[in-house]
Each structure stands twice: as structure tokens, then as C-alpha cells.
């Protein structure tokens, strides 16, 4: 074996060997290197839109549909993996995405909300961002991808379209999320704000999106697919388009009209210098389009084709030739609107509407008397280290819990799905910080934690107890003997008192206490060895459906990742009730079948209490209340835990416990 002094790495024949304790020194070293303080995130810890690859929205989008007609769609089609997204027949304005798997069709709910979609609480921005998120990242289910989409057979009635009538005016007033936008703009209509304003994304830029006034715009489904984008000019002929090019344009402009001779077709008009246009026929193609021996998506996957590539030799498209204001009266003209040559807006009943929109105190009004409770909350996310406020609106009936920026904000930054949801609550200790709890999504093999906190203690237990029923039902109620029903708590204390036999990488050592799989409370770091920590951990309001708590012993580092050491679970039912017991459990690594990796001692006590309603043991109660205390004296000398004692006579006479204070005094 070749010697190896301090390398981390060395060899014996053909193997290499590392030596740990080096290794991570040296990872550390080079973790301190390149560390930057701007590196730790201190804004907001959501994500943008992403880019995913998915394929066009006409290979699976089909129109409002229902239910049955979906599933014997994917029947016939008869290929796991494949699917197809609908609008519902009952709700129209909601989506769902509807799936054919190795073990049948199931359906998941798209939830639409301020032009943004939904799904398990997850956020995108377009359908086809959701699809290609799921066809290429996640899994809804499984082991099971979307893999094929099913395209309809027939032809879909577009999504809601309309066209700008004239350029929007920028008011004092104007609502966060109003977008501007020209004359001739034309939008898809993600769903309605209210009767004055409607949810919109442009069809030529579909990162410009929110509220468009309703009086400003005309519905324009009978336009042509490409009306809107900024390169399709629909009112010019053959001619006419090519002296507008000379005229207006440089050598690399371009436009896009419908083609005169085939319907369906397009004709590209390329400014190519000079006084040179050159012509290119784009042919439908079934679904798609084709151009000089290619095919394509759609017309403007042809345009972003030659901006990258050369349409003749040393030249690429370059922009869109300017549509001018001539040219737009025009084209509104063919809608039946009419602009004053002179004067910049439109002087008309629409204005009229647009400056009578709801100010924004109504606007918040308005969502408050929908609301079940609003308020502040101060959020992260598992991991993240950085806590922001956000003004959160609960919607109880649609068991939707959303957060925005400030009470001012008419879009939401994103949305907690509460029938996917969990909520627990959090230990101090945890993140430095009082007054919190946790969300936990589990959604189509996702599992996502928000961290949230309070003003106030009763802040916190106000938001828990409407948040409780609409997450996980409670399970914490049993009849009596007479039929009422008996309230339950469960609680469990956790000691976490030392260490020992801990590996040398185990250096700053500390623990974390969760119940199944949430984390619940965090030990203080010590730097001593064995590590001795004695911190003892209470947590209420157990739900029935934990099973088990675990620790696990973690190392801290500085500059890299904290390292797991081992960790330990304990299953509840093994605990007596009410009865501590104290115990050396073994640490347990990651890897199956590795030895342990030390030791942890661990004093436990579970307790379930059923709590009677006070009717049914008054009799009880007034005997141990009498103003002698006979009978509280007579069990305090038979009984050998006084402290046990005390605190059930508490228990029971927690109404009024002034006297029996002073006796146990």
C-alpha cells in the first residue's frame, strides 16, 4: 500500500482508499475558500417560473370536457403514462389533469387562482409549465411519469381570447398587479378578479401577466391563432406587405400574414436588403407546420428556428418590422373600432368603466369578507435559513390557505393546498423562535414544510384552531358510557441526556427530536465529549396517527453541511402511559446492516388523558373539595408520588383551583 501522509486520497493496486477525518478537513478548507456571506439568501426563497420542456398545449389540452369522456379517451388511447388536461364541465375556470397509470385513470385537481396554477399546493404559471414539470422532473405517482400525451381528435374551442381596444393609461391608482399594455395586444384569459377586472397573460409574452380591465378589451376568438403577436400582421396583402417592409423596416425585419391562396397557411416576408423582400411559404402540416423541408410546433417555433439560424446566406431573422399607429387603426377598424386619428385613447363609455374600477381599500375589502381570518405570519421553508413576513388569507371552505407580499397585494405569492396538509406544532427550540408551527404537504411523492410563527401565543393557537379541522381531521374525541364526548390529549416528554462511543467526525454534536418524520425540536451544540446535553422536551398536542418519535445525532460545521450521525426511533405504544422510562438506545446510520455508530440515552414519557365532561365526575370533585380537604390529606398519606397527586386534583378542579392550592401548599 502506497504511503499517504495527509492526502485524503491514496492507492493499494487498483483501489483507492480515502482517509475521512482528512477528506472532510480538506472539504472544509475549500468550503471556507469559496464561502461568500451574499451567498445565505436573505429576500424571499420562491422561485420564479421555470422552464421545462413540454410539448405543445394542442397535443393534450381538450376543451371543456367531462369526466367519463376523459376516461374513454385514455381507454382507447391504451398507453400507461399517457394523459390529457380538461376543463371542468361543472366548474368551468378549473382544470384537471387526468392520468392513465399501470393501475388505472386517476384525476388531480388544477386549481386556477390570479392567473397562476395549482396543483397539490405546487405553483406554476401556465399549464404547460405544469406539464413539463411533471413530464420531466416529478412524478404525480410512483415510479410513473406523464409520458404520453393525448391529443384530441377534434378541433378545440380555444381558451378565452380578447383584444385590447387602446393603449391602457397608467392611474394613480393602479393596482399592483394591472399590466399595461397597446392597442391591438391580445390576451389569454386565465380567469376572473371580479366584474371589473379579469385575470390575463399575453399571448406573445407570457411572462406579462395579471389584471386587464374588463372595459378595455373585446373578446377575440374569431381572430386568427397568431393575432397578437407582434410579427403577425393580418390586414396586409402580398404587395402591400412588401412596400411596408421597405418602408418601415431594415434589412433582417420580418412579418407574418395569413397566406391569400391556402387557408391555414402563412407567408414569412423577410426584409433582406436593398429594396429585396424574399417570401416563405409556412404549410400546415396536420398538427404541425412546415418550412424548407422542416417541421414545426407552431409558427413561432419557425421563428425562433431562424433567429438562431441563417433564412438565406449571412442572414438570420432579426426583429419584427414596428407595426405603426396607422396600421393598428386600421386593424382595430376590421374589429368595428374606430380611434380618432388625433387623439391617443379612445373617448368612449369604456374610459368611463376603466376610471370607475374598485379602488384598492375595496379591493381588500373584498377579500377580507371572503376570507375566513387574515393576518401577518412570519414564514420559511424547510430549507431555507431566511424568515420573511408575508400577510396570509385563509379560505376555509376551499381549504386554501394563501400568503402575499403585504395586505396590498392583489396576487398571491403562492398557496398552501390544506387537504394535502398536516399541522403540527414547534418546539422552541427548533429555530430560536416562539409562537410556531408547521405545515406539511405530502403531495404526489413531494413532501414540502413551511415553518410559521406568530405575534403572540394566542396568535398561533387562533390560526391552529381554524387551520386543525381543515388539515388533518382530529381524532381526539371518544364517547362515554353516556354518549357525550370525551376530549383526549396526548403529550410526550423527551429527555435527551448524553452520548457516548460517538464516531470522531462527531466533533460539535446536537440533536434533533422529531415525531414520525417532522422535526420537531433541536438540542443545544456541545463541544464536549462525551457530550452531555440534560434538555428535556415537551411536546403537546401528539396527534393519533404518530406512531414513533426519533433522535438524531447530527454534527455541526461551520462552512459545509451539518453531518448525520446516527439516529434512534421509538415506537409510543412501547411507552407505558404517564410512566417514564430511561434507556441507552443505539444510533443507527443511514446504510442498512452498518454497525452502530454509538449510543444515546433517552428518558421518555407518553401520556393520553380522556378528559370527562365535568358533569360526570361533579360527585368526585365535590368530595375532594370539601372545605376540610379530609380526603385529598387521606390519599396524600397512602399514595407515594405527591407531585402526581397534586397535579390530577388540579386536573379536575381547574375551574377553581384556589383552594386546593393552598391546602397543597
Known sequence: MAAHGEDEFFTDGNKIYYDLETLERSLARTAEEHYDEEDELDGDEEDGAAEYNAPPERDWYHGRLDRKTAEDRLRRYGHPGSYLVRESDRQPGTYSLSFLGITGISHFRITTYAGQYYIGGRQFYSLKELIGYYASR???????????????????????????????????????????????????????????????????????????????????????????????????????????????????????????????????????????????????????????????????????????????EGMHLGQPCKKTDEYMRQELAGLGVHLDRNATHLNSDAFAGFRNRPALSEVISRREEASTKNGHLVKKSENKKAWKEYFFSLKGAEK???????ERQTRPKGMIDLSYSSIYPVHDSLHGRGNGFQIVVRAFNEVTTYYLCGNTVEDKQEWMILLQPL?????????????????????????VIDAQRLPKNAARPYCIISLDDVSMARSQTVETAPPVWEEEFKLEEVHPDITSFSVAVMSRNKRIKDTFIGQVQVNISALPNRAYVDEWHDLRPRIKDKAACGSVRIRAKFQHDIILPEEEYRPLKDLLTQPDFATVQALGDVLKDRRELASTVLQICRQDTSGCVRMLR
Open 138 to 312: 416529478s412524478r404525480l405517482l410512483e415510479n410513473e411519469v406523464l409520458q404520453y400525451p393525448l391529443a384530441p381528435q377534434e378541433e378545440v374551442a380555444r381558451r378565452r381570447r380578447v383584444i385590447a381596444l387602446f393603449s391602457s393609461q397608467q392611474p394613480s391608482d393602479r393596482l399592483d398587479s394591472e399590466v399595461l399594455f397597446n392597442a391591438g395586444e391580445v390576451f389569454t384569459v386565465d380567469g376572473s378578479f371580479n366584474d371589473e377586472l379579469m385575470w390575463c397573460t399575453s399571448v406573445c409574452d407570457t411572462s406579462k401577466s395579471g389584471l386587464v380591465p374588463v372595459a378595455l378589451v373585446q373578446d377575440a376568438n374569431d381572430l386568427d391563432d397568431y393575432a397578437g403577436f407582434e410579427w403577425f400582421f393580418s390586414s396586409l396583402a402580398k404587395q402591400v406587405a412588401n412596400d411596408y417592409l421597405l418602408d418601415h423596416g431594415v434589412p433582417g425585419s420580418f412579418l407574418i400574414r395569413p397566406s391569400e391562396v391556402s387557408r391555414g397557411d402563412y407567408s414569412l416576408s423577410v426584409h433582406v436588403g436593398g429594396n429585396m423582400v424574399s417570401r416563405f411559404k409556412i404549410s400546415r402540416d396536420g398538427r404541425n407546420y412546415a418550412m424548407g423541408g422542416r417541421r414545426y410546433a407552431g409558427v413561432e417555433a419557425v421563428v425562433s428556428h431562424y433567429q438562431r439560424s441563417q433564412i438565406v
Open 400 to 406: 386554501q390557505l394563501f400568503f402575499y407580499e403585504n
Open 471 to 495: 388539515c388533518n381531521p382530529s381524532k381526539n374525541s371518544r364517547k362515554s358510557a353516556s354518549g357525550r364526548l370525551l376530549e383526549q390529549t396526548r403529550s410526550l416528554v423527551v429527555n
